[in-house]
């Protein structure tokens, strides 16, 4: 069973609109999720994270939404720009000592000039 | 500033051969160490974890071992390669452990015939 799912799979907007990624997961032990950019050949770059205790978090044009009973999370990218064109991953950490981070299978966001 | 050095940058291999990648960190003493695998368009399956020099933890099986023979080194390799090893290989790093902000290197390709 999958433990952290994101949706859509792929997702294009025109520049300037806002892209909205959403991310879900069953396990309630989960409080703390970041989100990953990762571009072509690249490794993932840490973007922005939220923990459990918090139900936004903004940071310049990237903001997340966290709903703890739903068990759901979104990422809003205002202002879209051709360069946030990437892989986008939501993260979840159980927060057991094991340093485990439960990945989605990503989010191909194309920004369209 | 901390800097996670990967090597090599790529690999091609022959099924059945051995294989060597590396990590190495710096500008951080006794950091936690992670290894990935990412299959080509696919999520990050964590594979070996290390709190400290000559102990290492495994999360999945894969035919895989890893090692930490410095503080600042981190090595996964494999006597006998397999068609299923191709990937992307990256190693991560976090500040403390239960520190779930974890950050990534810039990843080794590797292709096995």
């Known amino acids: 069973q999958q433990q952290v799912r994101q949706s859509p799979q792929s997702l294009t907007v025109w520049e300037g609109e806002t892209a909205i990624l959403n991310c879900s997961y069953e396990d309630s032990t989960f409080n703390y999720f970041p989100w990953y950019q990762q571009f072509p050949g690249e490794g993932p770059a840490l973007l922005i994270s939220?923990?459990?205790?918090?139900d936004k978090k903004e940071d310049g044009r990237f903001t997340i939404f966290f709903n703890k009973r739903e068990k759901k999370l979104s990422l809003h990218i205002t202002d879209s720009q051709p360069g946030d064109s990437a892989t986008y991953f939501c993260a979840a950490s159980e927060n057991t000592n094991t340093g485990k981070l439960t990945f989605g299978d990503g989010t191909v966001l194309t920004v369209k000039p | 500033a901390q800097t996670i050095h990967q090597w090599p940058v790529a690999e091609i291999k022959a099924v059945g051969s051995p294989l060597s990648l590396g990590c190495t960190i710096k500008?951080?003493?006794?950091?936690?160490l992670y290894w990935y695998w990412q299959a080509t368009g696919g999520t990050l399956q964590q594979l070996f974890y290390s709190i400290t020099v000559g102990q290492v933890e495994s999360v999945v099986q894969l035919n895989l071992s890893a090692s930490r023979p410095k503080d600042d080194q981190f090595i996964l390799s494999t006597e006998k390669l397999l068609l299923s090893h191709s990937g992307f290989y990256l190693c991560?790093?976090?500040?403390?452990?239960?520190?779930?902000?974890?950050?990534f290197g810039p990843g080794t390709r590797l292709l096995v015939l």
């Open positions: 991560a790093w976090s500040l403390n452990w239960g520190d779930d902000t974890q950050y």
């Open positions: 939220i923990s459990s205790v918090s």
């Open positions: 500008g951080k003493s006794s950091p936690n």
